[in-house]
């Protein structure tokens, strides 16, 4: 059963200096709002954590070493993390199934969210590598749905705590 990923661009905030380059989104950037399931097939929305800051990570695929890295460091830091009010939402082209596993297998405690069409990763202008995966990109959105921090390119072994230290300033 495919699933139907609706965008809306811009939704979520409305006020936001323009970006650079088309396609590309930049701190203080209105976050483009989305709507994707999650693991469990549920519609989720950027919208629905206005109020809240968020972590939105892209990742390339579920159950790979780095992937699993990432995913478990979150895991280890949601205390924490949820403790400031975030939320974590990771996003992967990846089935609902192979997400719905991949949390279960892992003990996740936050939606992964399906992105099977590429349409969240192309409202945020995350790339895909070459053997068409994501990119492993996080932008860090505050409480009024506006870009704050990008972080492209990420390190598994690091990045929880750059997160972190993101999260604690704003």
Do not use: M
């Not at 970006?19 to 950037?29: K, N, T």
């Not at 070459?130 to 598994?156: H, L, M, N, W």
């Amino acid at each position: 059963c495919s699933i139907l990923i609706a965008i809306a661009l811009g939704a979520c905030a409305p006020r936001a200096r323009p970006v650079s380059e088309p396609g590309r989104l930049e701190p203080i950037s209105a976050a483009p709002d989305f709507a994707a399931p999650d693991e469990t097939g549920k519609l989720r929305t950027l919208s629905e954590f206005r109020g809240r800051a968020v972590v939105l990570y892209f990742y390339p695929k579920d159950g790979t070493p780095g992937c699993t890295r990432e995913a478990c460091a979150f895991r280890d830091e949601w205390q924490r993390l949820n403790a400031t009010g975030a939320q974590v939402l990771g996003v992967s082209l990846d089935s609902v199934e192979s997400h719905a596993a991949f949390k279960a297998k892992h003990k996740l405690p936050f939606p992964l969210l399906s992105d099977a069409d590429g349409r969240v990763l192309g409202a945020y202008g995350v790339p895909k590598s070459a053997k068409g995966y994501a990119s492993r990109t996080t932008f860090i959105i505050d409480s009024q749905c506006i870009i704050r921090r990008i972080f492209p390119e990420v390190d598994p072994a690091v990045h929880v705590r750059q997160v972190r230290d993101v999260i604690g300033h704003l």
